[in-house]
């Protein structure tokens, strides 16, 4: 798993995961840091897939900051 970056309260936790055909796919874990434990952590996997474990992960930390931005 790639080094975690801070992101609007958010731990951000890019991965890639090859596959049989070599591809990676891109994978992402979310934790947030709140009070409530409930909805604290959020998992995707399969976002996208490509041929290079570099772009698998870049393209996980940018589909997160998307979505952290798109939640407010």
């Given at each position: 798993m790639a080094h975690s970056?801070?992101?609007r309260g958010y731990a951000v936790y890019p991965s890639a995961h090859r596959l049989?055909?070599?591809s990676f796919s891109a994978n992402l874990l979310l934790e947030r840091s709140d009070?409530?434990?409930i909805?604290?952590?959020y998992r995707f996997y399969s976002?996208?897939?490509?041929s290079k474990?570099?772009?698998a992960?870049?393209?996980s930390r940018i589909w997160a900051r998307d979505w952290i931005d798109?939640?407010?």
């Open positions: 970056q801070n992101y049989r055909d070599q009070e409530d434990p909805d604290t952590q976002l996208g897939y490509f474990e570099a772009d992960v870049n393209f798109a939640r407010g």
